[in-house]
């Protein structure tokens, strides 16, 4: 009778432990788990993550990989069992540093990898219904010899605004611009392009048309404050695309609705679908509320807290807390910190991913940020809650309450599913509400 309580003993611990240790595996985070189950053809559904950060192709920290195209494709099953739906790479063609320069824009190796690993990468986000988003520089170039001589593909004089500081300056040598005026601010570090120009135009649909047939289908719009919103809309038009997104950096809520406004007609008047921007008013108030524990700036009398709570603009809205320009990670240029406390970021993706706009995932947030992987974890938590609620960039958000200082919050409901308080203030919801997780500043509960 004995032996038997020991047998029975022996095989309980043992199936417990194998039991443990399949859970175990189950929650490495590179064991595939296939497609994901969220996986779908709307924009309005998604999660972002922007892949790389400044100067990233020179950081040891992807070294072991070889490049940058290599560590992304090394975490993308990753990315993908976290839900992740559009992967935003870096400029694909070959220029200065990080390719915000761009030299030969129809040659695809450069300090990010080659053009092979480009593809490579780009099928497997495509074979996982992913999305590839190209990072276009479209505003400025820089010649190959010269400050002028454009190469592959070469372009002519009018190709370069006529006030641009080559037609002036005698170091400049090369082709004298002869484009029409800049008809945008100008960008002293390249040459800035005269869209007008049908070199210029051509060139710029050839390039979108090569980037698809790389594997991209998605496009971010480098500097577009360069150039009239006319010509995202004509560049946008000329061939399918899946998500397009322009950098207007402005903490002006007017005036990035000016410019998406501005992208739904070609040059010739042609109806376009409009482009979104990134929501640089939310992140500049994410950061007084959290930060600075100032929260009733995201609650006024007419609900504009950002572009993404503005009436009509919520999917047109990507909602961040920094990227490669303001992360301050190898730059020394930088002053638009969001925080270097991960609580505080912590509580920023809290609020990004249960609120309307596409929410945008800053790579070296998830994978550096925390090195003992929590803070990935709890991001990968709130994009699940999401999914699995339906939240999306339409979402309606009420704010219930605000109350500054150290012992002030911001609580919301969404879509009448989720209630989020945010900040170091006690807070009871009524019974109805269960709580579903929680951190040191944030509390999100469910129905």
Request: overall charge negative; aromatic content about 12%.
């Amino acid at each position: 009778m004995i032996k038997k309580i020991l047998f029975f003993i022996i095989v309980l611990v043992t199936f417990s432990c194998s039991q443990e240790k399949d859970e175990a595996v189950m929650e490495e985070p590179n064991v595939d788990k296939g497609l994901s189950s969220f996986a779908d053809s709307e924009p309005n559904n998604d999660v972002m993550l922007q892949a790389f950060w400044w100067d990233s192709y020179l950081d040891n920290k992807i070294s072991l990989s070889g490049s940058l195209y290599n560590f992304v494709e090394e975490k993308l099953v990753e990315l993908s069992n976290a839900n992740i739906d559009v992967i935003w790479l870096p400029p694909p063609s070959e220029g200065e540093g990080m390719g915000y320069h761009p030299r030969e824009l129809f040659n695809f190796n450069s300090n990010h990898g080659s053009e092979d690993e480009l593809k490579s990468l780009l099928q497997l986000i495509n074979n996982r219904k992913m999305h590839g988003m190209a990072d276009l520089v479209l505003n400025h170039r820089i010649g190959t010899a010269t400050w002028t001589d454009f190469t592959n593909p070469s372009w002519p004089c009018d190709a370069i605004c006529s006030d641009d500081e080559g037609n002036t300056n005698p170091l400049a040598f090369g082709t004298r611009p002869c484009g029409d005026n800049d008809e945008g601010e100008q960008w002293e570090g390249a040459r800035d392009l005269n869209h007008k120009s049908h070199s210029v135009q051509t060139g710029i649909k050839d390039y979108l048309s090569r980037l698809q047939e790389l594997g991209f289908d998605s496009w971010r719009y480098d500097f577009v404050k360069g150039f009239p919103p006319k010509y995202v809309g004509e560049y946008n038009s000329s061939a399918p695309y899946y998500y397009s997104v322009g950098e207007y950096w402005d903490g002006n809520l007017d005036a990035i609705k000016y410019w998406i406004d501005g992208t739904d007609k070609t040059t010739s008047g042609v109806s376009a679908k409009k482009s979104s921007a990134f929501d640089f008013v939310l992140k500049y108030k994410l950061r007084e509320a959290i930060v600075n524990l100032n929260y009733s700036v995201l609650n006024n009398s007419n609900k504009q807290f950002g572009l993404s709570s503005s009436n009509g603009y919520g999917d047109k809205s990507v909602t961040f807390l920094d990227n490669h320009d303001t992360g301050c990670i190898n730059r020394s240029d930088c002053d638009n910190l969001f925080s270097n406390s991960t609580n505080q970021i912590r509580m920023g993706y809290a609020y990004l991913l249960t609120h309307p706009g596409i929410p945008m995932i800053w790579s070296y947030h998830y994978f550096f940020q925390d090195q003992t992987g929590e803070l990935k974890k709890d991001i990968n938590e709130f994009i699940l809650l999401r999914k699995e609620l339906l939240i999306n960039a339409n979402s309606l958000v009420e704010v219930l309450e605000t109350n500054d200082g150290s012992s002030g919050l911001y609580v919301a409901k969404i879509d009448n599913k989720l209630l989020l308080k945010m900040g170091y203030g006690t807070y009871n919801p009524e019974t109805s509400w269960k709580l579903k997780k929680s951190g040191i500043g944030y509390s999100i509960w469910t129905l």
